[in-house]
Each structure stands twice: as C-alpha cells, then as structure tokens.
C-alpha cells in the first residue's frame, strides 16, 4: 500500500484530495491545525492518519513525519497543499505582519515540509518519491488585490524547479499544480468580491492529483494547470 502525506487536510483541496486518496487505497498522513476535524476524517476513513501540526512549526513537522513514519514504513508522495490567501488590498494596504503570515503558511511551511520529506525519501529503501507543491495559476498570472499570495505563489514555483534538479540524483521527483478556482472556502470567499466567477468542481482538482502521485517515479508531471473552463486564464483584455 502506498502512503502519502497531505497538508491542509482538514479542508478544501486538500480534504478533497485525502478523501480521494484514500477512496484509492492509499494511507494518507493528514496534517493541519484542526485537530477534530482531522480525528474525525481518520475515524471515518480506513487508511487515515490524523497528524495535527502547524506546517509552520519545524519541531512540529519533524514529529509528524517521524510519526507518519513509523506507521508505514515508508513515504511515497507528499502533497505540499497547505496555504492561505491574506488580505485583498494593494500593496500599500497590507500590513507588514499579514504578509508574514501568509509568507509563514504558503511559503516556509512548504519549505520545512518538502524539507523533511526530500530527507526521508532520500534516506529509505529503495530510495525516492514524489513531491507534488500546489502553486495556483496565481504562481503564473495574479488577480488584483492578491500581492501576498502572488508573491508566495511564485515563489513555490522556483522551490518546484530546485527540488526536481536536486532529486534526480535520489530518484525524487518533485511537480507542481496549478488549480484555478475549485470550488472551496477559499474560492468562495473571492467570488464575493467577482460576481458571476466561474468556478469547478474541487474533486476534479483532487483526481488531478491523485494522477501525477500515481506516476512511476521514472515519469513526471513538472507542471499541471487545472482550472474551471471559462475563467478569465487564457486571453487578453
């Protein structure tokens, strides 16, 4: 049985892709913040972990792998989902603790968690794994009032490319997905603000990732972008 770690499990794309994970026989470590939500998916769910951690926590992190770990046996994939988007605003507006917030979650949590995971694939036998980063079509092309997370975005891109150089060595391969507007918390949040914003259904985002995972290790999808068919992507105003 493979196993994979998901952070942001408790919600959104992330519970999305646990669940559909699971539905695949997989065994999925389940990290976030909230705790009960994580224990009632794992009790729901054979196959599930419930590994409550802050991904901004190293010490923390450190005790979920090693608990994951210990479970399995082993770690096949880690999906590096967890993440938020901060305030709407113009640069001017944001303040500089809500920047560091969200540069905390999307940004050095990704990093302490494909930190760990390039550790632990690196280490067992036989060797490898698959690191798949959710980077948003905004890791490409931003919408207004979203400089904190455009910024973050973009920078998980360059962590994607620098962990699939660095892997090859190690049979670690390292993808990034680029989901546009699931439908979810967060989605549901911005369509507030844009009215009529098209959006997809957030399985469909879960099944895209449940693809790349299920490569061998010798193929790669280095980049996916899933979004919802009509929305404002492709083209110019």
Not at 168 to 187: H, K, W, Y
Request: aromatic share 6%; proline share 4%; hydrophobic share 45%.
């Amino acid at each position: 049985m493979k196993s994979i770690l998901i952070t942001g499990a408790s919600s959104g794309i992330g519970r999305a892709s646990a669940e559909k994970f699971l539905a695949a026989g997989w065994q999925v470590g389940l990290v976030a913040r909230r705790k009960d939500i994580l224990e009632e998916m794992a009790s729901a769910h054979g196959g599930a972990i419930a590994l409550p951690a802050d991904v901004t926590d190293a010490e923390a992190m450190a005790g979920v792998f090693a608990k994951f770990m210990a479970e399995t046996g082993r770690l096949d994939a880690i999906f590096n989902n967890a993440g938020m988007f901060g305030p709407a605003a113009t640069i001017d507006e944001v303040s500089l603790d809500d920047f560091d917030q969200v540069v905390a979650i999307n940004l050095r949590g990704m990093f302490i968690a494909a930190r760990l995971a390039f550790a632990h694939m690196r280490g067992q036998s036989p060797q490898g794994g698959r690191i798949i980063n959710n980077g948003s079509i905004s890791a490409y092309t931003p919408r207004e009032n979203s400089v904190c997370y455009t910024t973050t975005k973009h920078a998980v891109t360059g962590l994607t490319k620098t962990l699939s150089l660095d892997g090859r060595p190690f049979d670690i391969a390292c993808g990034q997905i680029d989901i546009g507007n699931a439908e979810t918390e967060l989605v549901a949040g911005i369509k507030k603000n844009y009215p009529g914003l098209p959006t997809m259904d957030v399985k469909e985002a879960a099944g895209a990732v449940l693809h790349m995972a299920e490569l061998p290790l010798e193929a790669n999808v280095q980049f996916m972008t899933i979004m919802a068919t009509k929305m404002p992507y492709i083209g110019r105003g």
